[in-house]
């Protein structure tokens, strides 16, 4: 809504006032002329009758024509409209003017007249005076009133018309001088608005508004000098501001130089550290190798306690080293992360089995509770899961004297392929203080100087397992209150593996099963497994209820039974007689889950029905085949590879120098009906290539003559224009400076050795078939990968790793025992040879020729279940790739040559 001006405001309220007081004065002059106009008019009019009237009267009764004169006299008097005279007695009507209107109300006056209201006027009847016979009718009519009163009407408008002009006349002389000047201040203002702090004009006001006028031009000038010193003050801050952006822009260089001298420093540290770690690590490996041999040999009991006790200081030692430079590849950025297939229940039972004789040793409950919903068949690092889990789980157990251990996996978040699983480690140990949890996985901090002594290590444990928690995109953390244990967590995010199928064992469906288990988190884990696999499980809590059962002859018909022996308990052998007596009683199946099983297995005395114990924590796979093995369902393995054939014609070129490795990877990619080209080196691949095309090419990076780089150069020389065909790696271990060699010279991936069938199809899958489900089927138990960076761990802290592991070598075959066998032949076939060549290259100093020996032999070894011979060749293949010094790789060509010794008597053995 538009406001009212000031002008405006002026005039309504001057001539308002005019026109309403005029209004009212000519209203009330004009009501009072129309009233007496009508009185003046009707009287006028009754006297004009009665003059008349009195005339008439005198003249002759006979006289007509004088009557008629009289009359037409009378009809020239004003108002009057026409006349009649009636002789009531005689009966004549003498009448002028137009017809008479008729009547439409009547009305006696005081005179002794009769007036009667007709449609445009009134009449006056009277009867002449001294004849009342005889009566005259005068019809008057409105308009001369009309007029009259419309002249007064027009005067009243002409007088109130020059009211207002004399009203507005002043009015508009005032709003002129009133306005104009408060218009100029209006501009002045906004010209102040606008930042002109010039001399305003003047307004030429008076009164106030010039005082208001003057305010302004003493405001406009105190502005002026106030923005004049504004800028003058500006101006000074802006060259202040200006010479301390110089000074920031000095100091932020020295900052630059001093933070990249920092950042060299520190890489030069963590280089230094990774040199030196492995310049230690290389005389410890020597040091225990050379103890294992002296172990061999006859000595008195007091020279096996000192060797002992120095082999045990170095694996510690080792076991320190290897974190160190663990915590420094991380610190410099070198730590790289793997991308392949795991099974992350069989990364949890490795860990728990790896661990097991920990926990026995003090008495400990291990649990594993993975739930259903849970996805275990991931795309990840299996190996660097299987490091933090170690050391979680390795604490808890250091750190709790009495009750279990328990590992949960659950699915916190699920989005697509994409999958968050939180895992969880919990101890009934002491817990740790409010005070300590703020600090626990920093590096170098342990519980306390105590912890320290009595447990050993760096405290950088848990600063690693942040790292590698958080470089594979999750979180870790703890939930623990004094004196009632803690809880280590960490959550993995990580890919589905859609390309894997289901795990079932459609035989044990439907079957039922007794489950006695002491322990809660045991019951709770045997139970999701035995449920998994669909069977009716039916819980008993204690042994002693099952016994009580027994004698009272109240056990329920079921098809197996499964014992667990509590971890603490004293004496697991004493329970034989339970056993026995259980499958006297029932003739079902037995499984007993005990700690020290071979103390319990050796106590047996054939009882009638299958029994059989395994060792505490049970694995799915073992408690499912001797589930299998005890209700004779077990069938023999059909040929072919277990995961299925691929559905699709796919041709395959396989590289490799050492023919094992290429007898292993032909065999399981044709029982996947894949038509396989192998050729032993690379001049035989590129005939290959140049005779045929295929879908994908394995190619083994270390070869003799044409390595794997040059081969893949010149095939992709070869390709030119024309579709590229992916070029996987083949290699023990690589380091990131080769992975990155590996990709720039055209390799599309890698795949470390050993590889598993698991690994192929999943390669297949996705550079060839791209990523179609395929048919379900069992997957084999993939086999955990090390590392130089991390040893193969011992049986327990007193033992070692065996010189040969035939179930290692057949769980890298894939079960196949034929093929096992044909590889470890072929090793030891080989070994004649490589002893004594390794000797010779060694000593004459050709790092190059030993590389390629030692690189060969490491591949043999992946497998033939031989994991100290595999752990000898890696470190020392890994030494003359970092540039280890001769002096350095002399103790770790001893330790390889007695491993190969060690082999090669075992073998004939």
């Known amino acids: 809504m538009a406001r009212t001006s000031l002008r405006t405001r002026i005039m309504t309220m001057t001539a308002l006032p005019a026109f309403l007081a005029a209004l009212l004065i000519g209203g009330y002059t004009l009501a009072t002329r129309v009233i007496s106009e009508r009185a003046d008019t009707a009287l006028r009019q009754q006297l004009i009758v009665e003059s008349y009237a009195a005339r008439l009267a005198a003249l002759d009764a006979d006289d007509r024509a004088a009557y008629e004169a009289l009359l037409r006299d009378l009809l020239e008097q004003p108002d009057v409209r026409a006349t009649t005279l009636l002789d009531q007695r005689d009966g004549w009507q003498l009448h002028t003017g137009p017809r008479l209107r008729p009547v439409e109300a009547a009305e006696q006056l005081d005179s002794g007249a009769t007036r009667l209201i007709t449609d445009s006027g009134w009449r006056l009847v009277r009867p002449l005076p001294g004849a009342a ?52 201040l209006i501009d002045n203002l906004r010209r102040v608005r606008d930042g002109d702090l010039s001399t305003p004009p003047r307004a030429n006001a008076q009164g106030e508004l010039h005082e208001l006028e003057q305010a302004l031009r003493d405001m406009v000038g105190a502005l002026d000098e106030a923005q004049a010193e504004l800028q003058q003050n500006v101006d000074q801050a802006t060259q202040d501001l200006r010479e301390t952006l110089e000074t920031i822009e000095i100091q932020n260089i020295e900052l630059d130089m001093a933070r990249k001298e920092a950042l060299k420093a520190s890489q030069i540290k963590s280089e ?138 659950m699915l916190e978040e699920e989005r697509g392929a994409e999958a968050i699983i939180k895992v969880a480690i919990t101890d009934t140990g002491n817990g740790l203080p409010r005070e300590v949890q703020k600090n626990l996985f920093n590096a170098f901090t342990q519980l306390d100087q105590s912890a320290r002594r009595k447990e050993g290590g760096t405290g950088l444990g848990l600063a690693i397992c942040k790292r590698l928690v958080e470089g594979m995109g999750g979180e870790i953390g703890l939930d623990s209150t004094a004196g009632r244990g803690s809880t280590f967590w960490f959550t993995l995010r990580v890919e589905r593996d859609g390309n894997a199928g289901p795990e079932a064992s459609p035989t044990l469906e439907g079957l039922s099963v007794t489950l006695v288990e002491a322990n809660e988190h045991a019951r709770l884990g045997l139970y999701h497994m035995l449920g998994g696999w669909r069977m009716r499980v039916t819980e008993l809590q204690a042994l002693d209820t099952l016994e009580s059962q027994l004698h009272g002859d109240k056990l329920a018909l079921t098809d197996f039974y499964v014992l667990g022996v509590p971890a603490s308990m004293p004496q697991p052998a004493d329970l034989a007689p339970l056993v026995e007596r259980l499958a006297a009683a029932t003739g079902k199946p037995v499984l007993v889950l005990a700690a020290h099983a071979d103390a319990l297995a050796g106590r047996l005395n054939s009882p009638p029905a299958p029994c059989r114990v395994l060792g505490k924590p049970a694995t799915r796979r073992r408690l499912r085949d001797a589930l299998l ?123 470390s050795k050993p590889i598993t069938e698991t690994q192929l199809r999943h390669t297949l899958n996705q550079w060839v078939l791209d990523n179609p489900e395929p048919d379900p089927g069992p997957e084999p138990e993939p086999e955990p990968e090390t590392t130089p960076d991390t040893p193969t761990p011992a049986d327990d802290d007193d033992g070692e790793a065996p010189v040969l592991d035939p179930e290692l070598a057949l769980r890298r075959v894939g079960g196949r025992q034929a093929l096992a066998e044909e590889m470890f032949t072929m090793l030891q076939a080989s070994l004649d040879q490589d002893a004594p060549g390794i000797n010779a290259v060694a000593e004459s100093g050709d790092r190059e020729a030993l590389l390629e020996r030692v690189h060969k032999l490491h591949g043999a070894t992946r497998y033939c279940g031989t994991p100290r011979l595999e752990q000898a060749a890696g470190e020392l293949e890994e030494a003359l790739k970092q540039t280890v010094p001769d002096q350095g790789l002399e103790p770790l060509v001893a330790v390889l040559l007695a491993e190969i010794e060690n082999v090669r008597r075992e073998g004939r053995g």
Do not use: W
């Open 133 to 184: 016979d005889r009566m005259l009718t005068v019809e008057f009519s409105h308009q001369g009133q009309y007029v009259r009163i419309l002249e007064a009407a027009l005067t009243l408008i002409g007088v109130i018309t020059l009211v207002m002009i004399l009203a507005i006349l002043p009015a508009t002389h005032f709003s002129r001088r009133l306005v104009l000047p408060i218009q100029i």
């Open 272 to 409: 230094f550290l990774a040199n030196m770690s492995h310049e230690i690590r290389t005389p410890l490996n020597g040091i225990i190798g050379f103890t294992r041999l002296l172990e061999r040999s006859p000595l008195s009991e007091r020279q096996s306690d000192y060797l002992d006790t120095i082999r045990k200081s170095a694996e510690s030692l080792l076991s320190i080293i290897n974190d160190i430079l663990d915590f420094s590849k991380i610190e410099a950025g070198k730590l790289s992360l793997e991308h392949v297939p795991l099974d992350l229940h069989d990364l949890i039972e490795d860990v728990q089995t790896m661990l097991a004789p920990m926990a026995q040793d003090k008495g400990l409950e291990q649990a594993a509770i993975i739930y259903s919903d849970v996805p275990t068949r991931l795309i990840g690092d299996p190996l660097r899961i299987r490091q933090v889990l170690t050391n979680l789980v390795s604490n808890a157990i250091k750190f709790t004297e009495r009750g279990s251990v328990v590992v949960r996996a």
């Open 629 to 751: 093995e005890l209700g004779g369902l077990a069938t023999p393995t059909a040929p072919g590879s277990p995961l299925g054939p691929l559905g699709k014609s796919v041709r395959v070129l396989v590289v490799d120098d050492h023919p094992g490795n290429l007898k292993l990877a032909r065999v399981f990619l044709e029982e996947m009906a894949v038509q396989v080209t192998a050729c032993a080196s690379g001049e035989a691949a590129l005939e290959a290539f140049a005779r045929e095309t295929y879908d994908l090419v394995f190619m083994d990076v270390q070869m003799p003559g044409m390595d794997g780089l040059e081969t893949t150069r010149q095939l992709r020389e070869r390709e030119g224009e024309g579709p590229r065909t992916p070029i996987i790696a083949l290699t023990a271990h690589a380091l990131d400076s080769e992975r990155r060699s590996l990709l720039a010279a055209g390799m599309d991936d890698y795949l």
